[in-house]
C-alpha cells in the first residue's frame, strides 16, 4: 500500500473517477465524502438512506476486495490520541475548507469547479512543504 505501482494508481483513480462520474449521472449528487457523512448526521435530513449506504459500501469495500489480493495495513504507527487528533483536524478542515481533498480534486476538478481547482492547488501546495519539511528539515 505504500509502494507506488503506476499501473494500480492508474486504475485506482479511473475507478474512482468512473464511481464519481456514475454517481453524478445516476443520482445527480456529488461523490464528496465529507458532505455524505455529514448529511448522514443531520436530524432533519429527508434522505439519509442512500447516505448510510454510500458508506457501508465504503467499508464493506476492503473486504470484498482482500480475496483478490487487496489488503489494507496491518499496523499503524501511530499512538490512539495522535489518530483521534488527527481525524478531527481532517474533518474541521474539510468543514473549513467546503469539502474533502478528494471531493474537491476529483469530484471539483471532474466538474470544472473554479473552487475546486484553487482549493486542490492549495492542498498540493501544502502538501508538498509538508513533506519538504519533514523530510529534508525535520
Not at 500500500?1 to 475507478?15: D, K, N, V
Not at 489488503?71 to 474533518?91: C, E, R
Not at 469530484?107 to 519533514?134: D, E, H, K, N
Request: aromatic share 12%; proline share 6%; charged share 5%.
Amino acid at each position: 500500500m505504500t509502494q507506488f505501482t503506476p499501473f494500480e494508481a492508474l486504475l485506482g483513480g479511473t475507478i474512482l473517477g468512473f464511481a464519481a462520474l456514475l454517481f453524478l449521472l445516476f443520482n445527480g449528487r456529488i461523490a464528496g465524502i465529507s458532505s455524505i457523512v455529514s448529511g448522514a448526521f443531520k436530524p432533519l435530513s429527508t434522505q439519509p438512506q442512500w447516505r448510510w449506504c454510500f458508506l457501508l459500501g465504503l467499508i464493506l469495500a476492503p473486504l470484498i476486495a482482500m480475496p483478490l489480493g487487496y489488503s489494507l495495513p496491518a499496523t499503524i504507527d501511530m499512538s490512539w490520541p495522535l489518530i483521534i487528533v488527527g481525524g478531527f483536524l481532517v474533518g474541521f478542515g474539510s468543514y473549513l475548507g467546503s469539502g474533502c481533498t478528494s471531493g474537491h480534486g476529483i469530484c471539483g476538478i471532474g466538474r470544472l469547479s473554479p473552487r475546486s481547482i484553487i482549493a486542490t492547488i492549495i492542498f498540493m501546495l501544502v502538501a508538498i512543504i509538508t513533506v519538504f519539511i519533514t523530510q529534508h528539515l525535520g
